[in-house]
Structure formats: structure tokens, C-alpha cells
């Protein structure tokens, strides 16, 4: 299911002393089956967009379209929308409220009026798809639960819903390194495997770099820049500009090139800088090019 943004504007507290527009006349188009990333700055509107996105937030300037209908439109089904185009938030305490992982996980399946016995075995596949052992923590008390697993465990309670498209919003704050690599880990099967539209809402540009296939670019507001991952990663000047730090393995091919290592910028993660140095030290014709 697409999502279609038309000339959107939004502003906080409109009509107030206080009102600050959050964005400015944003047009862009999502297709099935794709792995974005929304990248940008503290306050550079990446969230309010986001919430567009499932219509937690509706237009009063502009249009969204989610699967060719309008969410400003009065006959349009909103819940259905919430239910096709599931959200993370970056707090999982935030959507997590039932006692247990298995009751919170049931909230959706239950309220799309499922039978008793689809419940449950969507509770079992969600749980296995995010890594959270069924018996072990189908009776958990939430707030027992590491920051980690509360994350999986929101995650879980989103895709029982079976989401054409999840939008995920800052999902690895305040994770340690291991823990932000298996929940990326996590995302990246479900991508895979689901074959669902996936939304990563970050200002950090390894998580992004590590998954997804394009990267939107915003900054106070306004989208800057949009094109293939490796294309708006290699673009370094303009990523710092706006206060954002380029993958580090980008930083060190560039700085190879400064040194002059012939190496290209361009890569996404270790295993390609490593196959590109290979290739330079070891070219076919038995000799390095430098720059």
C-alpha cells in the first residue's frame, strides 16, 4: 500500500503566541515493499512526518494518501488505516498497557475482532518473529521486561495486527551495542521475509546505513535531500552541515581516499570496505592505483 504526501505543511500550537511550523510544503511518494530511512537532526520534523505516515496526525494543509484514500476525508477508516500501517514509538512504555507481553500483544488481534484461536497463534508468530521465547514470556510482567525486550515486545504487538507497512521511530535509543544490533537484525528479517514496506526513523546513520535501500533527508523541516542509501551516505559535506555524522566506515574509506588509497566512499558497512581494500592491495593487474 503507498503512501502519498501532497504539499503538507504542520504547524504546533497554530493560532497560538507560541505556534512553530514543524513542516513545509512536503510532497513524496512510498512505494510497496520498500526500506526507508528518514533521517535528520533533533527537530528537523522527521517524527511529525512519521505520524502522517498512519494517520496519527491528519492534514489541515496538504493531502496524505494512504493506498489511494484520503486521511482528511471524512469517510476514510482511520482505525483501519492504524491497523494496515503500524507504528513504533521510540519509548515503548509509550504503547505498551496490558499487564502481561501476552495480553498487550492480544490488544490488536482482539480489537480486529479475531477469533480466540487466531489470537493465539498470532501471539506465538509474532513472538517467535522478534526473538521473545512464547513460554517464557507469554506471562511476563511488562515492567520486568529489559529495554530490549519491551521493544520486541512493542514490535510484536504492532506486526500481530499484520501491518502492510511498519514505521519505525527511533527504535534503538538507549540500547547497548549488542542490543541495537539484534533488534536491527530483527527489522532486517522482517523486511526480508514479510516482504512489508519499513519505515526506520533515525538520526543515526550506521543503523541506517546497516538496512535500508533509500534515505530521505530532512532539516528544519523541509526534506533535503532523497535518493538511494549509498548515494546520500557518500554525501558527507552535506550530512555534517545539518549536524549528522556519517557512518564511520564511510569516514574511513574517505579518509583512505584523502591518503591516497584509489578506494570509492561509497560502501554501507565493514564487509564491503574490507572486499574494497582487498581489491586495492591485491588488483588485477598486480599494481595499486593511487590517487
Known amino acids: 500500500m503507498p503512501i502519498e504526501i501532497e504539499s503538507l505543511n504542520h504547524t504546533y500550537k497554530e493560532g497560538t503566541p507560541f505556534a512553530r511550523q514543524a ?4 510532497s513524496l511518494h512510498i512505494d510497496d515493499g520498500e526500506f526507508v530511512g ?16 498512519n494517520a496519527l496526525f491528519i492534514p489541515k494543509s496538504g493531502r496524505v494518501l494512504i493506498d489511494g484514500k484520503d486521511t482528511a476525508n471524512r469517510k476514510t477508516d482511520l482505525v483501519q488505516i492504524r491497523f494496515k500501517v503500524g507504528y513504533v514509538f521510540q519509548n515503548p512504555e509509550h504503547q505498551l498497557f496490558k499487564t502481561t507481553v501476552g495480553e498487550d500483544i492480544a490488544f490488536g ?28 514470556f507469554f506471562h511476563r510482567d511488562i515492567f520486568s ?18 501491518p502492510k507497512v511498519l514505521i519505525l521511530d527511533g527504535i534503538t535509543a538507549g540500547l547497548d551495542p549488542r542490543g541495537r544490533k539484534e533488534i536491527l537484525d530483527v527489522v532486517k528479517a522482517l523486511h526480508r521475509e514479510k516482504k512489508i514496506t519499513v519505515i526506520l526513523i533515525s538520526h543515526s546513520m550506521d543503523d541506517v546505513a546497516r538496512l535500508v535501500d533509500r534515505i530521505i ?62 581489491k586495492f592491495l591485491n588488483p588485477p593487474g598486480g599494481e595499486q592505483s593511487w590517487n
Open 38 to 53: 528518514l533521517i535528520g537532526p533533533s527537530q528537523s520534523g522527521k517524527s511529525t512526518l512519521g505520524q502522517y505516515f
Open 145 to 162: 521486561l529489559s529495554g530490549g525486550q519491551k521493544k520486541r515486545a512493542a514490535i510484536a504487538g504492532v506486526l500481530a495486527c499484520r
Open 217 to 278: 533527508t530532512m532539516d528544519q523541516g523541509k526534506i533535503i535531500d532523497d535518493g538511494p542509501a549509498r548515494e546520500v551516505l557518500s554525501r558527507i559535506d552535506r550530512l555534517q552541515q545539518i549536524g549528522l555524522e556519517p557512518p564511520q566506515v564511510i569516514e574511513i574509506m574517505q579518509l583512505l581516499r584523502e591518503k591516497g588509497f584509489a578506494v570509492p566512499t561509497g560502501v554501507l558497512n565493514i564487509g564491503e570496505a574490507v572486499t574494497e581494500i582487498i
Open 23 to 26: 513542516l513545509f510544503n512536503i
Open 109 to 136: 488481534p482482539t480489537r480486529q475482532r479475531c477469533s480466540p484461536a487466531e489470537v493465539q497463534q498470532r501471539i506465538r508468530e509474532t513472538m517467535q518473529l522478534v526473538g521473545l521465547d512464547f513460554d517464557t
